[in-house]
């Protein structure tokens, strides 16, 4: 369950995806959403599907954890599905093909996140929006920012975890109050985990100060994120497919 | 070479934390400070590195003063701070970025982060450690995580901050072995606690009451010149020990070492 | 009343955290949980509340097999209090007043109850009247948890389970806090489940104590004979000696007697200390 969050849905292996440099996937995942958004024609969907199909391939994930990752958005598809088939003229066809879209989105979405850790997406886009902090936008805060949360998902619901159970000891279930009893049930969960949360965000942000964080010099970076030849070459072919399929 | 002039503080002005306080911390020196709830060791912890600033009064290193802001950078490089929950001081994802963390903000070169990482983290044993996530850690393995990370931005002084009081025995133990190499290998270390066990081996005692300094001195002067339990404390065991056998020879760290010396004596 | 676990045995997420627990918890006790971090003493509390469930083994309260609810699952016993590590950051009213009364409110007591049991917990644990008013956030770290722990103790339970309740207390609030609860056990006679890291306590207030190892219970007995008799079990454990019965080993292996103090308190083991100490010239010389 910590683990599940601290990892997100990331697979640990060791392809050819996974090694990729996380800019190189980010910017591979827009590019193929723009040109999602302007597919035409059956040549153009089954182009991005090969393409979709072929790259999970090479993440070599497990098929049967990629559909489980799927599951949750059957119903939107579903639901998608049936809408076209009644509004639409066309229902049956227009309602294949934006599912089908929609697929094929979420599996290159998928893709990214499954052999991508949290915390190297959030460097890849620190790194990407770095220019950005020329324009005095605070990337460096933002990254730190995303990282703090990463790190402390896991520790504020063991802290919820925590609380729940310390309530259930003292008799309040949350599931079987009713009325007025659940809205004090809740305020009985909410005001404690505030307030160790607050807490806890003053003593780290004591610990990050007295680390000399911010301290006007700017920062060194010990991790630097480097294009190798691999993200040359697939960058290159992920831009040939995305004008590929434009084309068709 | 820590010097605090007159420091007063406060959260709210009528309930002033620390009151007229001074004293100077000299290079080399392994204090404890000690002081029931309430009784602002934490506070005084805090306005060491700057991380508050005295209300009244100054605190100073050397040349600088923690009142100049252009200064605090340079204190907070030079006073590393180690605080008591290890839950709540690592701010990375991993062992290595927690003491890279540091390292970045003090702009060291790359070339030199890896081997400043290896040196604090063999500082404390975690080297086996490096790519392990914090809840993967045990309460003690995080806390000497910490360490690490403060140890790699070499500071001259190190507080901790009551850094030994959630852990279990074991835990304590080896963050008290780590206090005491790394202050034979020079650093000043300030450590605040109430396990009066641990005073022993200090070279001087800072006993806070109420916001006042009630005594400043080696520990075996402590018990004889002021009421412990009046101050939230009670006697280490060596000193229940040598009152309730009568004996006179003076506070050892280790009672043990007392005992077998006066039993052979005999 | 009567708790018992056979061969109890509890998985959290593929991993065994309770290995065939087998344990009978008896009426008027002070038991002591001791061992290190990670060998599932909290997890031990937690199931004996009926908090966690297990997939192996019986656990009964008085020879009945513990209620569950409609689904089969697990239902918390209402008979255990159970004060959690730092137990003031549960609280949440403006008042003591407030917070003290709101669980017997929620279940419905009658207000004259109440105010009976309300009386009657302030007294045991050393609570002023004057502090009903107070908002408990203003209160200091040592009242503060004294009072979410008479939160607890107001629904007069009669197996008190305490997580770690001195962590964090300096030592007068913290010996204080034990004495006080001491008290409230031996007047009631009630069982404490008491889980801590300090041994020194450990010794000096229970009455039995179960140590635990990586999830098995190594070992349930009486605390004198742990102390005394058995100290090579702390050691299987990695646990160390409180200091007095250090002294004590030290003082039998430099006088070559067996020492027998009447119990493992500190009290009672320097008194044998000091006999041995007086008589140690004449030793010598004889």
């Known amino acids: 369950m910590k683990d599940n969050i601290i990892w997100g849905q990331y697979i640990n292996s060791d392809s050819s995806i996974h090694r990729l440099d996380p800019r190189t996937k980010l ?26 199909g072929g790259q999970l391939l090479l993440s070599r994930v497990p098929v049967r954890k990629f559909f489980r990752g799927l ?10 599905f049936v809408y076209h088939l009644l509004v639409t003229q066309d229902g049956i066809e227009s309602g294949a093909f934006v599912v089908w879209r929609i697929l094929l989105l979420v599996s290159l979405a998928s893709v990214l996140t499954l052999t991508t850790k949290p915390l190297d997406l959030a460097k890849g886009l620190e790194q990407l929006f770095k220019p950005l902090s020329r324009f005095g936008v605070p990337v460096e805060a933002f990254a730190l920012m995303l990282m703090i949360a990463i790190r402390f998902i896991p520790t504020i619901t063991q802290e919820l975890d925590r609380i729940l159970l310390a309530q259930k000891a003292r008799g309040y279930d949350i599931k079987s109050t009713k009325g007025h009893r659940q809205v004090y049930a809740y305020l009985l969960l909410v005001v404690p985990l505030l307030i160790t949360t607050i807490q806890r965000a003053e003593q780290l942000a004591m610990t990050i100060d007295a680390r000399a964080y911010g301290n006007g010099k700017g920062r060194t970076t010990y991790r630097i994120l480097k294009f190798t030849r691999m993200d040359h070459a697939a960058g290159g072919l992920m831009l040939a497919f995305v004008l590929l399929i434009l084309y068709l | 070479m820590l010097v605090f002039d007159q420091v007063d503080y406060h959260y709210r002005r009528e309930h002033p934390v620390l009151q007229q306080l001074s004293f100077e911390i000299h290079q080399g020196e392994f204090i404890s400070i000690i002081g029931g709830n309430g009784s602002g060791k934490s506070t005084l912890a805090k306005l060491m590195n700057g991380l508050l600033q005295p209300r009244e009064g100054q605190v100073k290193l050397e040349h600088l003063n923690t009142l100049n802001p252009d200064d605090l950078g340079r204190i907070r490089e030079r006073v590393g701070l180690v605080f008591q929950n290890p839950d709540d001081q690592f701010i990375t994802t991993s062992v290595l970025d927690e003491v890279v963390f540091g390292l970045e903000n003090l702009r060291v070169p790359r070339d030199e982060m890896a081997h400043r990482v290896n040196k604090a983290l063999q500082a404390v044993h975690m080297e086996d450690y490096a790519k392990a996530m914090p809840h993967q850690l045990s309460g003690g393995q995080k806390q000497r995580v910490a360490i690490a990370a403060v140890v790699a931005m070499e500071p001259s002084i190190m507080i901790f901050d009551e850094a030994t009081s959630m852990l279990d025995p074991q835990g304590r133990r080896d963050i008290l072995d780590v206090m005491h190499t790394l202050h034979q290998q020079g650093l000043t270390i300030i450590h605040i606690t109430h396990h009066m066990e641990e005073i022993l081996s200090a070279d001087r005692v800072l006993l806070l009451s109420k916001g006042e300094m009630a005594f400043d001195g080696p520990p075996s002067a402590l018990f004889s010149s002021v ?8 006697l280490p065991f060596a000193v229940r020990l040598h009152q309730a056998l009568g004996i006179n020879a003076p506070l050892c760290v280790d009672w043990k070492e007392t005992i077998t010396s006066l039993w052979t004596m005999s | 009343m009567d708790y018992e676990l056979n061969d109890v045995s509890v998985r959290i997420n593929g991993e065994e955290i309770l290995e065939s627990i087998s344990c009978t918890l008896q009426e008027g006790k002070w038991i002591s949980i001791i061992g290190q971090t990670g060998a599932g003493k909290s997890t031990f509390a937690q199931v004996i509340k009926g908090l966690i469930p297990f997939y192996r083994g019986k656990y009964t309260h008085n020879r009945q097999p513990l209620p569950r609810d409609g689904k089969g699952k697990m239902k918390i016993v209402p008979q255990i209090g159970y004060v959690f590590q730092y137990p003031e950051h549960q ?19 009658s207000p004259e109850r109440l105010e009976v049991a309300l009386k009657m917990v302030m007294g045991q644990i050393g609570l002023s009247e004057k502090l009903l008013q107070e908002n408990p956030f203003q209160l200091s770290g040592g009242l503060k948890r004294l009072v979410a722990i008479a939160s607890v103790l107001i629904a007069e339970p ?7 309740p001195t962590a964090g207390l300096d030592p007068v609030n913290r010996i204080a806090l034990l004495k006080q609860l001491k008290a409230w056990q031996r007047e009631k006679k009630r069982t404490v489940l008491f889980i801590s890291h300090q041994l020194e306590d450990v010794a000096e207030y229970s009455d039995e104590v179960m140590i635990f190892k990586k999830g098995r219970l190594l070992a349930h007995l009486d605390a004198n004979e742990l102390f005394l008799q058995r100290t090579a079990l702390m050691e299987q454990a990695g646990l160390p000696l409180p200091e007095p019965i250090q002294l004590l080993r030290m003082i039998e292996a430099l006088s070559g007697r067996i020492l027998e103090p009447a119990s493992c308190r500190e009290e009672d083991i320097m008194q044998q200390v000091r006999l041995a100490w007086q008589s140690r010239g004449l030793q010598n010389e004889g």
């Open chain 3, 158 to 164: 009669e197996l008190l389970i305490l997580d770690e």
């Open chain 1, 71 to 80: 599951q949750p958005i059957l119903f939107i598809l579903s639901f998608t």
């Open chain 2, 227 to 234: 009421s412990i339990t009046e101050h939230q404390l009670t």
């Open chain 1, 27 to 52: 910017l591979s995942v827009l590019a193929f959403t723009l040109c999602c958004l302007t597919l035409q024609t059956f040549g153009g969907y089954v182009a991005a599907t090969v393409l979709v």
């Open chain 3, 91 to 109: 609280i949440f009213e403006s008042t003591v007043y407030k917070e003290l009364t709101f669980a017997p409110k929620m279940k419905g007591e």
